[in-house]
């Protein structure tokens, strides 16, 4: 069986191919669970903290990564790897390595409940600065509904948190179904 796909595009139009994971409906409004068919990545870069043993993570502004994604994509090409500049996210297609226990770190973005384990695809230096590019271990799961066009898009933050409860609801149903 052929799995189903939609592609999700950004104000800049830019899209994103997702995999349907599953189709709800809330009030007569169809939701779709999407997950990109290629593996969403972020790029960071390293900054030393005063403890010399430690350095900490921060977020590449839109202006540092215009600079350095061109050399993030040749350093991932020698992987064989693809970086893209999708909607919503920056992703990467091709065989992922397996994952090093050693490369694998948890990162906090200081959101609640945001702590997730990823894996060091790679590191590289642009002007002395050191970043490196990070897969999530946890697939990225975005939830999509049809326009008055009939084009899927993001749902707002505020759609978001009205639906969260039938969310928590559909996955506990899924995981007790898988379970059987």
Known sequence: MEESTL??????GRGLECLIENVFAIDEVEYYLLQPCD????????????????SELLDVTDEELKTIFPIAQAVLAEQNLELHHTAFTLTVRGDL???DPDDIIEIDNGDVDSCGEFQELCQFYHQEQAY???AAMEPMILIAKLNGEGQPIML?????????????????????????
């Not at 593996?39 to 430690?54: G, H, L, P, R, S």
């Open 7 to 12: 592609v999700l595009k950004d104000d800049l």
């Open 97 to 99: 390595p397996e994952a």
């Open 39 to 54: 593996t969403a990545v972020q790029i960071f870069q390293w900054q030393e903290t005063e403890n010399e043993d430690e």
């Open 156 to 180: 707002s933050a505020e759609e978001m948190d009205d639906l969260q409860p039938y969310l928590e609801q559909l996955l506990d149903v899924e995981l007790a179904e898988e379970e059987v």
């Open 132 to 134: 490196s590019v990070f």
